[in-house]
């Protein structure tokens, strides 16, 4: 056995508290995300898709659609590779805001795909190899889970609309299903939630879903919140204050 260091301290000399955005498809991680690019000291990790899409030329994501027994093997184990990149990424910054994570690979798209035959009991069982290897081995940081709660017909409605080629074909039926996955394991707890869950309206539209996101900003920013009220508390305290004085 052997252990991988991983997270680097932070500037604070704290592990950044780290926060994955999870969802169905469509349901606005990358937005949500977004939304706190306003903050400098939050290191924001979007997902891999680009990298599924272009691995070395092949796109993986496209491949995995097309044709699922065949491509959605490799594809799982270049996501873990790829989610796993995103887990011991190092940051000084005070908080990491990730987009997915390992957990909802594991608990949501491969339960999915073992449900519906396209992955051999096999297959799946040197992924959970994989995924065990990994919780007992390496450091994987989690603090919060923002859960972006959206219904199936919605996130169907969204996909349709932004058009990407890969998902032309995914049907109602599969976002349902993983809308049910999602349900059972943040909300019901049917698998282990890796940190508290915060779950948000992620139904709402582009006009009306920044007040979501405003009450998700206390809990995302605490340290950094807790570090400033301390600096100013240094500041205003009496010895400070009797320093500036003098
Ligand atoms: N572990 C996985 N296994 C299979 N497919 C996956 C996995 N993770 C993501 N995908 C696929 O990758 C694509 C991107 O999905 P994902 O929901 O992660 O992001 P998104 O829809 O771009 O996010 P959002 O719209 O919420 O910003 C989808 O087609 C999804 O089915």
Same mark, same amino acid.
């Given at each position: 056995m052997f252990s991988i260091a991983t997270e680097k301290l932070g500037s604070n000399g704290k592990k950044p508290f780290t926060v994955f955005v999870e969802g169905n498809i469509g349901s606005g991680k990358t937005t949500f995300l977004n939304h706190? !690019? !306003?903050? =400098? =000291?939050v290191c924001l990790l979007t997902e891999p898709v680009e990298k599924w899409r272009n691995c070395g030329g092949v796109n993986l994501l496209d491949l995995m659609y097309k044709e699922p027994h065949r491509w959605a093997m490799p594809f799982q184990t270049y996501v873990t590779l790829t989610m796993l990149g995103m887990h011991t990424h190092q940051t000084t910054k005070s908080v990491k805001l990730m987009e997915r994570s390992l957990f909802s690979a594991r608990n949501c798209f491969v339960e999915s795909m073992l449900a519906s035959g396209t992955l051999h009991q096999g297959m799946y069982n040197v992924l959970q190899e994989w995924y065990d290897f990994i919780c007992c081995n390496i450091h994987v940081q989690a603090d919060l889970i923002v859960y972006l709660q959206t219904s199936p017909e919605v996130v169907y409605g969204r996909m349709k609309q932004r058009a990407r080629s890969e998902e032309?074909?995914?049907? /109602?039926e599969y976002l349902k299903e993983l809308h049910e996955l999602h349900e059972n394991w /943040?909300?019901?707890? *049917?698998s282990p939630r890796p940190a508290p869950v915060l779950v948000l309206? *992620? =139904? /709402?539209?582009l006009n009306t879903i920044g007040t979501e996101y405003k009450r998700s900003e206390t809990s995302i920013l605490k340290p950094i919140l807790i570090e400033n009220t301390n600096q100013h508390a240094l500041l205003t305290s009496p010895a400070k204050r009797a320093k500036q004085d003098f």
């Open positions: 706190f !690019q !306003q903050f =400098d =000291d032309s074909c995914v049907p /109602l /943040l909300i019901h707890g *049917a309206n *992620a =139904d /709402l539209d």
